[in-house]
């Protein structure tokens, strides 16, 4: 197979947040979207700022969930819950690993 033939835009993939405890809290599973593959530099960036700088690592999340049109959610100031938060991330790091 030629690399090329592996090669293509970026699309939009649904992430669901469906854990027991999430579940109870919510009452449902917590949807969002994101892109199904990032430059390197981008995982590589997440990756560093994680172990180093959390600022730079929410930062960076904000490019990196979105909703199904493909807009940034976490913007103008909204927030998530510390807790919920910290999974959307671990989603996030998860599909960009692999």
Known sequence: ????????????????????????????????YTPDRQPLDVFIKLSVALSSDRTASIDLLRTLVLDEKGKEVLTNGKLLKPALMVKVLGKVMELLGK
Request: proline share 3%.
């Open 1 to 32: 197979m030629n690399l090329q033939d592996l090669v293509s835009e970026p699309k939009l993939v649904r992430v669901e947040i469906d854990d027991e405890e999430t579940i109870a809290e919510y009452k449902e599973a917590i949807v969002f």
